[in-house]
């Protein structure tokens, strides 16, 4: 976490600091620990006078000194902010002095050469010297650049090793802390293991583009006509010549590891370029151009697509508006998910159109990228997966980071059970707390090796070359994601696999894979695979998502004076529970050009508002709208009378309890919500505004954007941020079909 100080007002915590070496790092430390008031006396050291007179009439310390051992006298906390190569020697007269108990650190770059020189100088590593590396910089350089606000909100790695001192430690990182830094601690070889690859290598490289191209004879002309990309990349290096050629020195073991790793993936595209390798080519490519954002978001926990920068992203909905027009909400994130995953498992080329650019399905093209797929896009809603066969997936270079979706984790949980490579799946905060048992134990009983944290929870760990057996399960609960991940494991297991509902759910999996040509055999409740089969690429369009569709059916059910056309929707009859419960609660739906795409029904949905009546939902009901009962319990608040429903348990494991989540938030607006433990019982009445919480649920964000359709005073929605999840455009498509609801404070 980072904290911005104010200055002054921290009490001290040591009597000196002492900065040695005042350049830029050693400057900025220096000046705003001064600001901040954390130490009653920063003194200064530097080998040059003009910079010991600068920095005390610049207000980076208090005084300098003349000489180091002066310096150090009654030191509480030394920094030594040296240049790397110079710090085996200053490390040598440090040792001569007498230190007492202060604190040792450092700035360098290079963690491990600055603990075997320590140790060299001292006869063993000091206990009370914590090794540091703040990774912060600017164009320029010197006592005259130092900031005291340089280290805010940048990161601080501090390299403590065995038989560090906790309390050195600790005091080290609160300084770092009280200049706004966001402070890690790290092991010695692996910082610098890390530093290699992502500073280190980066500046060898531009510093060695630009040396060779300024050698060759056409060398004017080439930085003549020398685009954006080439000066962004070449920026690094016009950066210190003598402080690179320390630290390349310096860390010259961990950059050779990494410059053998970059140079044989080079050899491997010059050879794509030698043989006209254009898969290969176009395989790096949209890696690359993914992975940066990719990462960024797995460092960031945050949506794949950033709806704003915001730790509470509050939506305001007013009350009032109706909906007409026509809409075209974003695809189906179910029909996504597969189009990636069995696309991916194909033979040839299949192009998907309609694709749901939101978070979730974002994490499975990134899934399959990290296992060796080729995928270019999404674009614009169109995807083209380069089928590498059954039995063609790679093992991904680390952890598969799935985010906040659940369907991605449960549906590639089977499909990696039967690889010959093992896996983890991982995911964010919310997804870390869904259970996956329900998953992990069938997939066990077929001979998989999986491994969970407490209670079942992620991240998964799958054993490979894993020898499945299919068998016969009958699922204790209706779950669209058990069953395919199930169905899906059977690919690859010995003989049949078969999985009976008790209720039904969604058949996507069933469908599509019938569409790629893989033989299933649904017979009642009870679907069934056998291996030795494969799938051949396919054309997919995605119809739009009944789920995101059920957010403006509602919206226009209760919404006085509403008439509105939702385009091209899926009515897959495992999904349309959302349409027949509104029909029995009085909505106004009709149904029209109804037909089929790609083995899934679609059709346009007219809504008009209705007065709608409370009801008992029947339990048959219940898994075919599973997802949809956030906002279904909005349309029961703004019925006559009462709506009971009774065998939802499930919605209590979603992304969040969304039985208790929705009964307190409309509790808030003055709803009489009772949750019971399979359900809820919901007295329609009048709506009042006031303050509720999505809880990061993004269909309890939406439902609740829905109710202030008929509020009688604004609703303020906290924690929205994952809106993004599985809507990307809500609030444009809300805003332009007559909805009163927007981000609080944007213009």
Request: net charge negative; proline share 5%.
């Amino acid at each position: 976490m980072t904290h911005d100080i104010s200055l002054k007002q921290q009490k001290p915590i040591i009597d000196r600091l002492v900065v040695i070496g005042l350049g830029l790092i050693g400057g900025s430390f220096a000046k705003g620990l001064l600001e901040s008031g954390l130490c009653r006396e920063v003194v200064g050291f530097d080998p040059n006078a003009d910079s010991r007179v600068l920095a005390v009439e610049l207000g980076v310390v208090d005084r300098c000194v003349d000489t180091l051992e002066e310096a150090c006298r009654d030191a509480c906390v030394i920094q030594l902010a040296a240049p790397i190569l110079a710090m085996e020697t200053l490390l040598e007269q440090l040792s001569q002095l007498e230190l007492g108990d202060a604190v040792l650190t450092d700035v360098g770059s290079a963690k491990g050469n600055l603990v075997r020189c320590a140790t060299r100088a001292f006869g063993g590593m000091p206990a009370r010297f914590v090794p540091g590396h703040p990774i912060a910089g600017s164009e320029r350089s010197g006592i005259t650049a130092a900031d005291g606000s340089l280290f805010r909100r940048h990161k601080v790695i501090l390299t403590p090793v065995h038989g560090t001192d906790s309390q050195a430690l600790a005091v080290v990182d609160r300084l770092w802390t009280a200049l706004g830094a966001d402070v890690e601690h790290m092991d010695v070889d692996h910082h610098d293991e890390v530093l290699a690859a992502t500073s280190h290598l980066p500046h060898l490289l531009a510093f060695g583009l630009v040396d060779s191209l300024a050698k060759r004879h056409e060398n004017l002309e080439i930085f003549r006509y020398a685009a954006g990309g080439f000066r962004d990349f070449t920026r690094i290096a016009g950066s210190d010549p003598v402080m690179w050629h320390d630290i390349f020195l310096a860390n010259r073991d961990a950059v050779l590891a990494t410059l053998d790793d970059f140079r044989t993936d080079l050899d491997a595209l010059r050879a794509a370029v030698d043989e006209g390798d254009g898969h290969k080519l176009l395989g790096v490519f949209t890696r690359a151009r993914a992975a940066r954002e990719h990462f960024s978001k797995i460092l960031a926990r945050r949506a794949y697509v950033d709806v704003m920068h915001s730790n509470d992203l509050i939506f305001l909905a007013n009350p009032g508006g109706s909906l007409t027009g026509q809409l075209r909400v974003p695809g189906d994130k179910s029909i996504s998910h597969r189009s990636i995953m069995l696309g991916s498992l194909a033979e040839g080329t299949t192009e998907v159109e309609g694709f749901l650019e939101g978070e979730d399905a974002l994490a499975t093209i990134q899934a399959f990228r990290d296992m060796g797929v080729v995928i270019e896009g999404p674009h614009q809603g169109r995807v083209t997966v380069h089928g590498v066969g059954l039995h063609g997936l790679q093992a991904p270079p680390g952890p598969i980071y799935l985010g906040n979706s659940g369907t991605s984790m449960r549906l590639l949980a089977g499909l990696l059970a039967a690889q010959p490579f093992d896996t983890t799946l991982s995911g964010d905060a919310s997804l870390t707390k869904r259970p996956m048992n329900r998953v992990a134990k069938p997939l066990r009983e077929m001979g998989a090796v999986i491994e969970t944290a407490a209670e079942g929870r992620p991240p998964l760990s799958i054993r490979g070359g894993q020898k499945l057996s299919g068998m016969h399960y009958d699922m204790p609960m209706a779950s669209a994601q058990v069953k395919s991940c199930l169905l899906l494991a059977g690919l690859y297991a010995a003989g049949q696999t078969s999985v009976t509902e008790p209720a039904p759910t969604r058949d996507h999996t069933e469908r599509m894979l019938q569409g790629f040509g893989y033989p299933v055999r649904v017979e009642g409740s009870t679907a069934t695979v056998e291996p030795g089969h494969k799938l051949n690429a396919a054309q997919i369009e995605v119809p739009a998502d009944i789920s995101s569709a059920a957010f403006f059916m509602v919206a226009a059910s209760i919404a006085e004076g509403s008439d509105v056309t939702l385009e091209h929707v899926g009515i897959n009859p495992t999904r349309t529970g959302v349409i027949d419960i509104l029909k029995l609660m009085g909505a106004d739906i009709e149904l029209s050009n109804q037909r089929e795409v790609g083995g899934e029904p679609v059709a346009d949905i007219r809504v008009r508002a209705a007065q709608l009546k409370g009801i008992e939902i029947p339990e048959a009901l219940v898994p075919l709208a599973i997802d949809e009962f956030p906002v279904l319990f909005v349309a029961a608040a703004c019925a006559q009378g009462r709506t009971v429903l009774r065998g939802a348990e499930e919605l209590r494991v979603k992304e969040s309890d969304r039985i208790q989540v929705m009964a307190d938030g409309l509790q808030t607006l003055g709803v009489k919500a009772e949750p019971t433990p399979d359900g809820i019982v919901i007295e329609g009445g009048p709506m009042g505004g006031g303050e509720v919480w999505a809880h990061g649920d993004h269909r309890i964000a939406m439902s609740f954007s829905v109710a202030g359709l008929r509020a009688s005073a604004p609703i303020r929605i906290h924690d929205c941020a994952n809106v993004a999840t599985s809507f990307p455009n809500f609030l444009a498509l809300a805003e332009r079909a007559g909805m009163r609801v927007s981000v609080e404070g944007a213009s």
